[in-house]
């Protein structure tokens, strides 16, 4: 029933910040918990945040190294992701999701709903 719809990937250079925002459509996912997961060529999908309906809690993969930050917008239905202090490491397609928990939860297999994802290049 969700559509999620992530926006506000781009190239950059190392150093720079982006914010990623995914937009929800058709069920409000207010009620559930959102992650971000990103994916690089050759690698396997890993959890980068994850934040309750009401943010009141995060949780943050080792990947990020405290430099992204999640919140959301529950009356615009929209999740963001600001990354600062980008690295090429960092470069990968970001996805957001939507739990089929209320919780806030690093694990793949607890999230239903997934964007197409939005491409993120950090160059040297």
């Known amino acids: 029933q969700v559509q999620l719809v992530e926006s506000g990937g781009g190239l950059v250079q190392a150093g720079d910040s982006l914010r990623l925002s995914c937009a929800a459509s058709?069920?409000?996912?207010?009620?559930?918990?959102m992650g971000w997961f990103r994916q690089a060529p050759g690698k396997e999908r890993e959890f980068v945040a994850a934040?309750?309906?009401?943010?009141?809690?995060?949780y943050n993969g080792n990947s990020v190294k405290g430099r992204f930050t999640i919140s959301r917008d529950n009356a615009k239905n929209t999740v963001y992701l600001q990354m600062n202090s980008l690295e090429p490491e960092d470069t990968a397609v970001y996805f957001c999701?939507?739990?089929?928990?209320?919780?806030?939860?690093?694990?793949?297999?607890?999230?239903?709903?997934w964007g197409q994802g939005t491409q993120v290049t950090v160059s040297s």
């Open positions: 999701a939507g739990s089929t928990m209320f919780i806030a939860t690093m694990t793949l297999s607890n999230y239903r709903y």
């Open positions: 934040i309750t309906w009401n943010g009141g809690s995060i």
């Open positions: 058709g069920r409000t996912l207010s009620s559930y918990a």
